[in-house]
């Protein structure tokens, strides 16, 4: 079986780890910065933070012409540190978290899908991450 690409993003962001951490795992927040552009929203977000509990969000486009599901198993948490999850389509996602004074390294690993390219799917997630380092850094 051929070893599936991995796609690694990062940020670094302006905030204590503790708050990086409630914001990236909050649905009221994760409603606030889950878009990769603004002509999409996430409409739903429900989060049970634990090994073998469910990540849910609903992603739309704003004009209502398509929308998808975004779905994930938790398989490792580690408050303030580490969050691994598999999606539903079986790919696994690290998510990494650093603190250097108050800076917070936040490091994010997905294995690449096959329907689009790894450029578009690199773009797409670091675009919903900056706008995560948006949100957290404008809360605070």
């Known amino acids: 079986m ?4 991995v796609i690694t993003i990062q940020t670094s962001i302006e905030a204590p780890v503790a708050k990086v951490w409630e914001k990236w795992n909050t649905p009221a927040d ?3 910065w889950n878009a990769a552009s603004d002509d999409w929203h996430t409409t739903k977000a429900e989060n049970d933070l634990r090994p073998g509990g469910t990540l849910l969000s609903r992603m739309e486009a704003k004009d209502g ?3 998808f ?3 994930a198993v938790y398989d490792q948490v580690i408050t303030n540190e ?3 999850y598999t999606l539903g389509d079986g790919r696994k996602v690290k998510i990494v978290f650093e603190t250097e004074g108050d800076i917070t390294h936040v490091t994010e690993s997905f294995e690449a899908e096959s329907q689009n390219s ?3 799917q690199q773009y797409g ?3 919903i ?3 995560f380092k948006k949100h957290v850094e404008a809360g605070l």
Not at 2 to 5: A, M, N, S, V
């Open 118 to 120: 790894v450029e578009l």
């Open 2 to 5: 051929e070893q599936p690409t």
């Open 82 to 84: 580490l969050i691994e």
């Open 125 to 127: 997630w670091q675009a």
């Open 30 to 32: 994760i409603i606030q």
């Open 129 to 131: 991450l900056n706008n």
């Open 65 to 67: 012409s398509m929308g």
């Open 69 to 71: 599901d975004f779905g």
